[in-house]
């Protein structure tokens, strides 16, 4: 009888236990739905990046803003896109979508990656350039923890001609 008393006493105490942590669990999943963002492609927002500097270039933010910080967001370059020579301040990570992209390090070959691969972009001193292969438009996610720039670098100016 001892033992049944405990054993009663045990359920009695642990039930409303349990019942309390199921239904905690239950508003951390209810919470946990409500962060859900889901985006399909007629969805997204595509905005030029810069219609001067970079003409057919669009990208559409999914969080962040690419202008101000942080961000997650999709580039497209046009078929046969290419900029000249330039850094970023901030690294990127990027992961090819579609298309052909390709990167070349300032005095190294060119390497060209395809859809499914990824690249750590360096910020700073990484000077490269970028094109699209002309077979089609390139379409890739990137991720940067400060906001997107493009910095030109210029040639050295050539000193004027002794007369």
């Keep these: 009888m001892r033992v049944g008393l405990c054993l009663g006493l ?7 236990a349990v019942l309390l942590g199921q239904a905690k669990g239950k508003r951390t999943a209810r ?19 810069d219609p001067t500097g970079a003409p057919g ?6 969080w962040g803003n690419h202008t101000k910080g942080p ?10 896109f290419a900029a000249p020579l330039h850094t970023h301040t901030n690294d990127m990570k990027v992961v090819i979508v579609s298309g052909t992209y ?3 390090p300032e005095g190294k070959p060119e390497f060209r990656l395809g859809a499914g691969s990824y690249f750590l972009q360096p910020g700073g001193n990484y000077r490269h350039t970028t094109s699209c ?4 438009e390139c379409v890739f996610f990137v991720e940067g923890k ?17 007369k």
């Excluded at 045990?10 to 409303?16: D, N, Q």
Aim: net charge positive; charged share 25%; glycine share 4%.
């Design 10 to 16: 045990v359920v009695a105490l642990a039930a409303p």
């Design 57 to 62: 270039v669009k990208v559409a933010d999914l």
């Design 71 to 80: 961000f997650g967001a999709f580039f497209k370059l046009p078929a046969g």
């Design 146 to 162: 400060g906001k997107f720039d493009l910095k030109l670098v210029q040639p050295p100016a050539t000193a004027p001609a002794k």
């Design 133 to 136: 292969d002309p077979a089609a």
């Design 102 to 104: 390709v990167q070349a």
């Design 31 to 49: 919470k946990d739905e409500s962060r859900l963002v889901i985006m399909p492609p007629a969805d997204l927002k595509w905005t030029d990046l």
